[in-house]
């Protein structure tokens, strides 16, 4: 009989996940899921219509700052994009003096800067990809080598910039901080980037790469058909691609610079992207991209919020108030029993949650249907079973929950062959570069930012020697204990 009603309580889950690999939206599989949660809870629990109420109310309640930041994380978007400092980046790279043992490396480097300028993965794949893929034709680069560079590189920022979407959710989910969050795993993640990047340069240096071309001619590639295409698939890549054309001065990176600088220094989010949005408009006048205060705070503030409005922010109030209502009927009390039983430590749990995160999104081939699916089940499996001396400790065990919702969703997407982005990835890729016919499995074999990404976070977890990399160290034992350890000992 208990296993039948475990089994009704997991239901909710099953049905928003099989929504999901349908193809519907969150914003109707989430309320969809909401309301079988509490149907499920009346019956099985005899739990009250209000008591399902205040439970999901207390619950979105729990994630209201994060519902800020995500609104005015849009306009920062739409302000970085349209006054150049995306193109700002780009520009950088072009400058560098790409040859064809660089280009990956380089191509890498510049999507990870861009993506945390910008917060899109996708965006910046499609920016990249028609000036990365030709440069490295034209320097006589390795394609293969060249696009699993980008491809890698522009889900950097997706797991670590503060306006990514995908950063701002799971961090909700979990009820940390953005930028504590970054601070936990700043060092963890530059060092994957620097990994990554000697890699792909000894990669190039393997394969014999010894091509030299001129990268001022690349932007003769983006052709009309091109330009169409992208308008059709990612307008946004089209503008940035017009800016860099065009030409915009390179002092346009000066508001991702204090937006990262502040970060770290543990300013406010709130204060971090607005000096973003600030210094990125009155520098936006020097530079001529900007535009009339008034069309500035229609068209940029108030539009931003209102997309963000649009889909997120409900989206994720949906979410929260589906896991209120699990939370109240206890469901993943079966799930966290299997993973406490493979656990003799707490990183161990911790580990296994990443393993879960993983296997999600592997299951739903989607990133954020990973994490809003499996972002409250390893949150209550973590509150559940662990006792930790002091809120800091389980605040710190919150980060590493949201970092693996995270990191093993834009970055495990990278070595899934079904999953979405690399099917948006192949469609970008032949899309501007009709020349090779890239598939899944070519985004793959050479993707060595998810690699490094991905199992390092495993083998870090698992053996505790996440204590050697800085502000990255878990609370161990004895200031967190399992609590199945504890009715042991007693």
Same mark, same amino acid.
């Given at each position: 009989?208990?296993?039948?009603?475990?089994?009704?309580?997991?239901?909710?889950?099953?049905?928003?996940?099989?929504?999901?690999?349908?193809?519907?939206?969150?914003?109707?599989?989430?309320?969809?899921?909401?309301?079988?949660?509490?149907?499920?809870?009346?019956?099985?629990?005899?739990?009250?219509?209000?008591?399902?109420?205040?439970?999901?109310?207390?619950?979105?309640?729990?994630?209201?700052?994060?519902?800020?930041?995500?609104?005015?994380?849009?306009?920062?978007?739409?302000?970085?994009?349209?006054?150049?400092?995306?193109?700002?980046?780009?520009?950088?790279?072009?400058?560098?003096?790409?040859?064809?043992?660089?280009?990956?490396?380089?191509?890498?480097?510049?999507?990870?800067?861009?993506?945390?300028?910008?917060?899109?993965?996708?965006?910046?794949?499609?920016?990249?990809?028609?000036?990365?893929?030709? /440069? &490295?034709?034209? !320097?006589?680069?390795? *394609?293969?080598?060249? $696009?699993? #560079?980008?491809?890698? =590189?522009?889900?950097?920022?997706?797991?670590?910039?503060?306006?990514?979407?995908?950063?701002?959710?799971?961090?909700?989910?979990?009820?940390?901080?953005?930028?504590?969050?970054?601070?936990?795993?700043?060092?963890?993640? /530059? &060092?994957?980037? !620097?990994?990554?990047? *000697?890699?792909?340069? $000894?990669? #190039?240096?393997?394969? =014999?790469?010894?091509?030299?071309?001129?990268?001022s001619t690349v932007m003769d590639n983006i052709t009309p058909e091109i330009q169409a295409f992208l308008e059709e698939e990612k307008p946004v890549a089209l503008d940035l691609l017009n800016q860099v054309s065009s030409g915009v001065p390179i002092y346009m990176v000066i508001p991702l610079l204090l937006v990262i600088i502040f970060a770290v220094m543990g300013l406010n989010t709130f204060a971090c992207i607005g000096s973003g949005i600030i210094s990125s408009?009155?520098?936006?006048?020097?530079?001529?991209?900007?535009?009339?205060?008034?069309?500035?705070?229609?068209?940029?503030?108030?539009?931003?919020?209102?997309?963000?409005?649009?889909?997120?922010?409900?989206?994720?109030?949906?979410?929260?108030?589906?896991?209120?209502?699990?939370?109240?009927?206890?469901?993943?009390?079966?799930?966290?029993?299997?993973?406490?039983?493979?656990?003799?430590?707490?990183?161990?749990?911790?580990?296994?949650?990443?393993?879960?995160?993983?296997?999600?999104?592997?299951?739903?081939?989607?990133?954020?249907?990973?994490?809003?699916?499996?972002?409250?089940?390893?949150?209550?499996?973590?509150?559940?079973?662990?006792?930790?001396?002091?809120?800091?400790?389980?605040?710190?065990?919150?980060?590493?929950?949201?970092?693996?919702?995270?990191?093993?969703?834009?970055?495990?997407?990278?070595?899934?062959?079904?999953?979405?982005?690399?099917?948006?990835?192949?469609?970008?890729?032949?899309?501007?570069?009709?020349?090779?016919?890239?598939?899944?499995?070519?985004?793959?074999?050479?993707?060595?930012?998810?690699?490094?990404?991905?199992?390092?976070?495993?083998?870090?977890?698992?053996?505790?020697?996440?204590?050697?990399?800085?502000?990255?160290?878990?609370?161990?034992?004895?200031?967190?204990?399992?609590?199945?350890?504890?009715?042991?000992?007693?």
């Amino acid at each position: 009989m208990n296993v039948v009603v475990g089994f009704l309580k997991f239901v909710p889950v099953f049905v928003l996940a099989g929504l999901m690999i349908q193809g519907q939206d969150a914003m109707i599989a989430a309320p969809i899921a909401f309301l079988v949660a509490v149907v499920i809870a009346m019956l099985v629990e005899k739990k009250k219509w209000q008591e399902c109420l205040d439970s999901a109310m207390g619950s979105v309640k729990n994630i209201l700052v994060a519902l800020f930041i995500l609104m005015i994380a849009y306009v920062m978007v739409n302000c970085f994009t349209s006054f150049g400092v995306g193109a700002a980046v780009v520009s950088l790279a072009l400058k560098v003096g790409v040859t064809a043992k660089t280009v990956a490396c380089v191509g890498m480097v510049c999507t990870a800067l861009l993506s945390v300028a910008t917060g899109t993965s996708w965006g910046t794949f499609a920016a990249c990809a028609p000036i990365f893929l030709w /440069l &490295s034709h034209i !320097v006589g680069g390795d *394609i293969y080598l060249t $696009v699993c #560079a980008i491809a890698g =590189g522009s889900c950097f920022g997706d797991n670590i910039g503060l306006i990514s979407d995908t950063t701002i959710v799971s961090s909700g989910i979990q009820g940390v901080q953005v930028t504590d969050r970054i601070r936990h795993q700043g060092i963890w993640s /530059l &060092s994957c980037l !620097v990994l990554a990047a *000697i890699a792909f340069f $000894v990669a #190039a240096v393997v394969m =014999g790469l010894n091509g030299t071309g001129d990268a001022s001619t690349v932007m003769d590639n983006i052709t009309p058909e091109i330009q169409a295409f992208l308008e059709e698939e990612k307008p946004v890549a089209l503008d940035l691609l017009n800016q860099v054309s065009s030409g915009v001065p390179i002092y346009m990176v000066i508001p991702l610079l204090l937006v990262i600088i502040f970060a770290v220094m543990g300013l406010n989010t709130f204060a971090c992207i607005g000096s973003g949005i600030i210094s990125s408009y009155i520098l936006g006048i020097f530079a001529g991209t900007a535009v009339p205060m008034q069309e500035f705070l229609d068209d940029y503030v108030m539009a931003g919020m209102a997309e963000a409005g649009s889909w997120v922010v409900p989206m994720m109030m949906w979410v929260a108030a589906f896991g209120g209502v699990m939370q109240l009927m206890d469901a993943f009390a079966p799930l966290a029993k299997l993973i406490t039983s493979l656990s003799k430590k707490v990183r161990h749990l911790l580990g296994w949650n990443a393993v879960l995160s993983l296997l999600g999104n592997a299951a739903l081939a989607d990133e954020m249907a990973q994490i809003v699916t499996i972002g409250p089940v390893i949150k209550q499996v973590t509150e559940d079973n662990v006792v930790c001396e002091s809120e800091e400790a389980m605040y710190k065990l919150k980060l590493r929950n949201a970092t693996f919702g995270d990191a093993m969703g834009v970055f495990g997407s990278q070595l899934i062959p079904w999953h979405v982005y690399l099917g948006f990835y192949v469609g970008i890729a032949a899309g501007v570069y009709p020349l090779v016919e890239l598939t899944n499995f070519d985004f793959i074999k050479f993707n060595f930012m998810a690699m490094i990404a991905v199992i390092s976070l495993l083998i870090l977890t698992f053996t505790g020697l996440d204590r050697f990399v800085p502000m990255f160290k878990m609370p161990t034992e004895p200031e967190v204990q399992l609590k199945k350890n504890m009715k042991k000992a007693a």
